[in-house]
């Protein structure tokens, strides 16, 4: 599976950024899928995940509320929908799949990975 994440920029804080996850060489519908991002200097960290239906979701804390992870299985793309956006959020986001099921919030559980694409939430 090769994934291409894309529309990531430059926003103010309290801003509003969409990110898609676009899959090709495979169909996902049956994968797991999931967002992790990696601020500079840090490690990756788990965003959020959603099933291979879409009908389960889970978040970290620190985006509940404010980020919506959603599917659209017949054009094999995943969507992160971020609100309300901080400084903090700053960092490049990766989308990642998995062949298992269950909550999964490591990045050494996911098997596929795209390349990032860059949020700057600045003023």
């Known amino acids: 599976v090769q994934l291409q994440a894309s529309g990531g920029g430059f926003v103010q804080p309290g801003g509003s950024l969409r990110l898609s996850c676009a899959a090709s060489g495979r169909d996902i519908s049956s994968v797991d899928m999931g967002w992790f991002r990696q601020a500079p200097g840090k490690d990756y960290e788990f965003v959020a995940l959603i099933n291979w239906n879409g009908r389960s979701t889970y978040y970290a804390d620190s985006v509940k509320g404010r980020f919506t992870i959603s599917r659209d299985n017949a054009k094999n793309t995943l969507y992160l929908q971020m609100s309300s956006l901080k400084p903090e959020d700053t960092a490049v986001y990766f989308c990642?799949?998995?062949?298992?099921?269950?909550?999964?919030?490591?990045?050494?559980?996911?098997?596929?990975w795209g390349q990032g694409t860059l949020v700057t939430v600045s003023s």
């Open positions: 990642a799949g998995r062949t298992g099921s269950g909550p999964a919030t490591r990045p050494y559980e996911y098997l596929y």
